[in-house]
């Protein structure tokens, strides 16, 4: 008998946590893998940070925390926000979640009602489909390719609006492909959201100090349609502070107060001693943190290395990323081929299977992100693992057929 609810049994699981998974497996057993399939900053938290999490240990800041953050980090989150975004929030309209994941899941749940439609470009980040399932919503898939470096125009978004329409799940610098919308891209989005009054926009930012080219621009900074817009942000790539778990929302204040009743129901307020480091973090421009400078400078290198490598095999279609740390390459041409023992790829997961065994590199499906012709590399590892990891797959994929 399945006693579990539907909510839980029409849930996938997260496809990079998967493989993570996998990889760490064959790992303790002994294989040679290297772990492409990852998100996380292989950088350590910079010390001024660590340094205020010993002292707000020693300060007894031990207690229960309030639900939505403590005051002087909602306040410190709202001088970033002006510092770095030219927006202006008060402390009532940020929440303070554990981790940007929550802050997505609150947003979602907060909006969407069973039936309505989120609209998602595509490639999305994997988990913004999920919960769109538990809210019970709809998703609508807008199609962007390595043709268009993996942007949606305002044409297809318009195309893609019904009368169901709730909600936009927006993301920029974008997971897994690392594309960036520029000024212009986002006026032209933003003009379509504004003549359309029943849309939101969650706007996922949490890659925006990780920029090569160009530089971060918020749809939140455009007037007509701010207080539709919720802000998704966090501490974990940028500062690298992946394993202390502190994102946050910046909305309207009717938003604002809605999330928090959520997590008050489910989590109450994040981390007491992750709340007090951040706020040093959010004091912080990047360009005054050394460690922030010279990890983008390392991914940036990463990354032109193994796009270089990468376009160096047969086949592989690469785009040339303008932020966040990975590369979707296009596998199309893969696909289809067989294996030396007459096995057929059939598909992305096949050849993200064959190339774990073969090659002992874990990368993820594209099919996870709403792109089956794709596969996503990330270069969150040193550089040696990162040159290691292409060359063993230029191998595996001349041995297809």
């Known amino acids: 008998m399945n006693y579990l609810s539907d909510r839980v049994n029409n849930l996938s699981e997260s496809a990079t946590l998967a493989m993570t998974r996998l990889s760490r497996e064959l790992i303790s057993q002994g294989h040679d893998i290297i772990n492409l399939s990852i998100g996380e900053p292989d950088f350590n938290t910079p010390e001024f940070v660590k340094d205020e999490a010993r002292l707000a240990l020693d300060q007894n800041f031990t207690h229960y925390p309030p639900v939505n953050g403590y005051q002087e980090l909602r306040e410190a989150i709202c001088r970033k926000l002006h510092r770095d975004n030219n927006l202006e929030y008060k402390p009532g309209q940020i929440i303070v979640s554990t981790g940007a994941k929550q802050a997505l899941a609150n947003a979602v749940l907060a909006l969407v009602n069973p039936g309505e439609e989120v609209i998602m470009p595509t490639p999305y980040w994997v988990s913004y489909s999920e919960l769109v399932k538990l809210a019970e919503g709809v998703s609508v898939l807008v199609n ?94 940028g500062y690298a502070m992946t394993g202390w778990r502190l994102g946050y929302t910046a909305s309207n204040l009717e938003i604002a107060q809605a999330i928090n009743k959520i997590q008050g129901q489910i989590t109450s307020g994040s981390n007491s001693i992750t709340q007090r480091a951040a706020i040093s973090a959010m004091d912080r421009a990047p360009k005054d943190v050394p460690e922030m400078i010279q990890m983008i400078e390392i991914f940036r290198e990463r990354r032109d290395l193994l796009v270089k490598l990468l376009r160096q095999i047969p086949g592989l279609k690469v785009d ?15 696909l289809g081929k067989k294996t030396s023992d007459g096995e057929s790829i059939a598909d992305d997961n096949a050849l993200c299977m064959y190339l774990l065994k073969e090659a002992r590199v874990a990368l993820v499906p594209g099919s996870s992100f709403g792109n089956d012709k794709c596969i996503r590399f990330s270069y969150a590892t040193s550089t040696e693992k990162v040159a290691e990891a292409a060359e063993r797959v230029a191998k595996a994929l001349a041995k297809l057929v």
């Open 320 to 334: 040339l990323p303008d932020g966040a740390f990975y590369v979707f390459p296009d596998i199309s041409s893969y």
């Open 144 to 237: 962007a390719d390595i043709s268009t470096r993996f942007k949606i125009t305002a044409a297809q978004l318009e195309q893609a609006i019904t009368p169901k329409s709730k909600l936009l799940m927006f993301n920029s610098p974008n997971n897994p492909s690392g594309a960036v919308y520029d000024l212009e891209e986002l006026k032209a989005l933003a003009a379509v959201i504004e003549k359309n009054p029943q849309l939101f926009v969650i706007a996922d930012e949490i890659y925006e100090y990780i920029i090569f080219d160009g530089k971060h621009e918020s749809l939140a900074q455009f007037e007509s349609i701010r207080d539709r817009v919720i802000i998704v942000n966090g501490v974990s790539k």
